[in-house]
């Protein structure tokens, strides 16, 4: 019973987060799903000793962000068609929990993954350039050219768009 109660606190404080997280990389509601899953049932089978609230919730994100590169290295990702294909108009189908609708997140998850995640985690997680820099293991220097440079690139995508 204790260990129900103890998964169903973890499940409510971290699934939201694996998910946007995964949803960001993937765009994919089912894969994402699925890596937040199976990053809380990671967290069950290795039981890692957490300092603290903010260590416990970076491992979470930097298991979630590993699990999707995994994810995108398989073969079984390189040969099915995933949601970027879908034209804009047909996205309201695709709509995902714990996501807002937003064209501007929609126009995040579509710059190269060194500049979505950094954006993403600042902007839409709320975390800080060193925490940034702590979950996807770069530099401080790293993630502030990639911020930059990825608003730079988003400011270019949504002039397109206009």
């Known amino acids: 019973m204790e260990i129900q109660r103890q998964l169903e606190g973890y499940f409510q404080i971290y699934y939201p987060a694996c998910y946007r997280v995964a949803f960001s990389m993937l765009k994919n509601h089912a894969d994402a799903e699925d890596i937040a899953q ?7 089978l290795y039981q890692p000793e957490f ?9 979470m994100i930097r298991t979630a962000i590993n699990l999707c590169k995994d994810l995108l290295k ?8 995933g949601i970027e294909s879908v034209p804009e ?5 695709f709509q ?3 996501l807002e609708e937003d064209d501007t997140l929609w126009a995040v998850l579509e710059l190269p993954d060194r500049y979505k995640n950094c954006l993403y985690l600042f902007y839409y ?6 925490e940034i820099a702590e ?11 990639n911020l ?3 608003r730079e690139a988003l400011k270019q995508l949504l002039g397109e768009r206009s």
Do not use: C, M, Q
């Not at 300092?51 to 491992?59: G, I, L, T, V």
């Not at 398989?74 to 068609?81: G, L, Q, R």
């Open 125 to 130: 997680e709320d975390y800080s350039i060193r």
């Open 96 to 98: 995902a929990p714990y």
């Open 74 to 81: 398989s073969k079984w990702h390189k040969t099915t068609v």
């Open 38 to 44: 199976e990053t809380l049932l990671r967290l069950f």
């Open 89 to 93: 108009e047909g996205r309201l189908v």
């Open 148 to 150: 930059r440079r990825g």
């Open 135 to 145: 979950i996807l293991e770069e530099p401080e220097n790293t993630v502030k050219t």
């Open 51 to 59: 300092k603290n609230a903010e260590h416990e919730k970076a491992w």
